[in-house]
T-cell receptor, first 116, second 118 residues
Framework: DGGITQSPKYLFRKEGQNVTLSCEQNLNHDAMYWYRQDPGQGLRLIYYSQIVNDFQKGDIAEGYSVSREKKESFPLTVTSAQKNPTAFYLC???????????????FGQGTRLTVV | AQKVTQAQTEISVVEKEDVTLDCVYETRDTTYYLFWYKQPPSGELVFLIRRNSFDEQNEISGRYSWNFQKSTSSFNFTITASQVVDSAVYFCALSDALTTDSWGKFQFGAGTQVVVTP
């Protein structure tokens, strides 16, 4: 079955540590995205990538880093510079926009990160 | 700048009641897309509907219906005869067509938690 897999589902981090969240898709989508969800604030875009080896900052990129070495994978690293990393993180993917043909975004089931 | 406002934080209803979720948006663009997503307790977002700014027709899909009014910048969502399985967080989202180069870049509202009790 095609879809997006995020792992782990729950992640605990000590203050000062970097942690990496995994996102893998087998939908052959070109574009991938990371969103952060906080209670009462909806989802906010962290980073996105439309092609391998290229990515762009979203609205809240500070304290995060990403890589896109393979089309299928878009890992997110939460660095120690992120002052308030406790949140729910969602990964998504879509094809690129092409001649206006729309395809809905597919979301993973998320990773809940807690700083302990 | 784009903005999506979902003023209702939580709505509680008894099964079979109707529930309407409000969504008000702001954008300077003339071409844009509006979306509704459902987030069940499992966490993933489930796509419900997309509407482009040139199509103001209301839409009905089963127990779901959407009312898009460009004059008031609103895109409201109604669940008719609610069921316990409708309990979830519902997000309204906006994506402009001119500067957005991919379909996954959204401006989300804060979400509305719907609780349906038997």
């Amino acid at each position: 079955d095609g879809g997006i897999t995020q792992s782990p589902k729950y992640l605990f981090r000590k203050e000062g540590q970097n942690v990496t969240l995994s996102c893998e898709q087998n939908l052959n989508h070109d574009a991938m995205y990371w969103y952060r969800q906080d209670p009462g604030q909806g989802l906010r875009l962290i980073y996105y990538s439309q092609i391998v080896n290229d990515f762009q900052k979203g609205d809240i990129a500070e304290g995060y880093s990403v890589s896109r070495e393979k089309k299928e994978s878009f890992p997110l690293t939460v660095t120690s510079a992120q002052k308030n990393p406790t949140a729910f993180y969602l990964c998504a993917s879509t094809p690129l926009r092409d001649r206006g043909i729309y395809t809905e975004a597919f979301f993973g089931q998320g990773t809940r990160l807690t700083v302990v | 700048a784009q903005k999506v406002t979902q003023a209702q934080t939580e709505i509680s209803v008894v099964e079979k009641e109707d529930v309407t979720l409000d969504c008000v948006y702001e954008t300077r663009d003339t071409t844009y897309y509006l979306f509704w997503y459902k987030q069940p307790p499992s966490g993933e977002l489930v796509f419900l509907i997309r509407r482009n700014s040139f199509d103001e027709q209301n839409e009905i899909s089963g127990r779901y219906s959407w009312n898009f009014q460009k004059s008031t910048s609103s895109f409201n969502f109604t669940i008719t005869a609610s069921q316990v399985v409708d309990s979830a967080v519902y997000f309204c989202a906006l994506s402009d067509a001119l500067t957005t180069d991919s379909w996954g870049k959204f401006q989300f509202g804060a979400g509305t938690q719907v609780v349906v009790t038997p």
